[in-house]
């Protein structure tokens, strides 16, 4: 859990020719594809289900990171797995059974994990950190791409990387990445760093790509 993966949202893509933006930021040195899950209720945005994401899987070998913005969440847990996400995570305020969730998302033989909104405090985690193979932290508030990272989210992954200790668990932060504020996540403890409009900002998706993964590795 030492490297630092880069995990482009494809929220920020041209939702017109999804399947090519896959390949494009594959090519361009993508280690994950976050997929950002909406529905309306949870969140109030609109984006992608299932289909999509089976629809997608062929265009790209990398592991897909599905990132469940979706109350309640546990009816599509199969549904997505079997669209071929690697990674599910679901969101610790989405419903009262996120141990629950979890346990299903074991049993389905994905990666699970927990997503906490810039309100929720850390010690949601204490109780499930044996069924995590990750964490989410929102940076901003979960619903669109382009927001302004929320600092006050870095004393939150601190308090994150100390109560992980040795368990094989990353620390994943989604909302506001860029080459600015990349050096100050892996600082504070993060290791697997969403960007959607950092990446999609314009056609030079490898150069951003490394951009950010330069910057993280200051
Ligand atoms: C927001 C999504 C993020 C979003 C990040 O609800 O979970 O994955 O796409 O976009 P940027 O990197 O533009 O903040
Ligand atoms: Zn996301």
Request: charged share 20%; proline share 6%.
């Amino acid at each position: 859990t030492h490297e630092i993966i880069i995990a482009p949202s494809i929220l920020s893509s041209d939702f017109a020719k999804l399947g090519e933006e896959v390949r494009a930021v594959d090519t361009a040195g993508a280690d994950w594809i976050h997929v950002d899950v909406m529905d309306g209720h949870f969140v109030p945005n609109i984006t992608i289900g299932p289909d999509v994401v089976k629809a997608l899987r062929p265009h790209s070998k990398k592991p897909f990171d599905v990132h469940l913005m979706i109350a309640p969440c546990d009816a599509y847990l199969g549904a997505f797995a079997e669209a071929g996400a690697d990674m599910i995570t679901v969101h610790a305020e989405a419903g009262p059974h996120l141990d629950r969730s979890l346990q299903i998302i074991k049993g389905l033989g994905k990666r699970a994990g927990v997503s906490l909104t810039p309100s929720t405090p850390e010690t949601a985690l204490e109780y499930v950190l044996d069924k995590l193979d990750h964490v989410l932290v929102m940076t901003v508030n979960p619903g669109f791409g382009g927001q302004t990272f929320i600092p006050a989210q870095l004393h939150k992954i601190r308090a994150i990387r100390e109560m992980i200790g040795s368990r094989p668990i990353r620390i994943e932060v989604d909302g506001g990445i860029n080459a600015d504020t990349a050096p100050l996540v892996v600082e504070a403890g993060a290791n697997t760093l969403v960007a959607g409009s950092a990446v999609f900002k314009d056609r030079e998706y490898a150069g951003n790509i490394e951009a950010i993964r330069a910057a993280a590795l200051r």
